[in-house]
C-alpha cells in the first residue's frame, strides 16, 4: 500500500525550496501495528513534505494492520493523494 500526503494541513515548519520540492518515499515496515498505524502515518503526513509518499509493507499482521493501511491509502486517494 502506498499513498501520498497531499492534502493535509499546512506544515508548521518551511523548508528551503530544494527539500520541499524534493520526491521523499518512506518505507513502513510493520508487524501487528493496528493500534498505531493510522498514527504513525497520519504524523507522517504532516511533514512539510508535498512529494512525500509512504509506502507500508505489513508483513501479514494477524491484527489487521495491512487493512487499515490499505484504508488509510484510500482515504489519502479520496482525498487528492496517490494511491497505489
Known sequence: MAFG????????TELPAAWSEALVTAILPTYN????IEKI?????????PQLRIIVVDDN????TADLAESLA???A???????
Do not use: I, Q
Open 78 to 84: 479520496s482525498r487528492g493523494g496517490r494511491t497505489s
Open 41 to 49: 502515518v497520519r504524523e507522517l503526513a504532516t511533514l512539510p513534505l
Open 61 to 64: 499482521s494477524p491484527d489487521g
Open 5 to 12: 500526503s497531499h492534502g493535509h494541513e499546512a506544515p508548521a
Open 74 to 76: 484510500k482515504s489519502s
Open 33 to 36: 501495528e493496528a493500534t498505531n
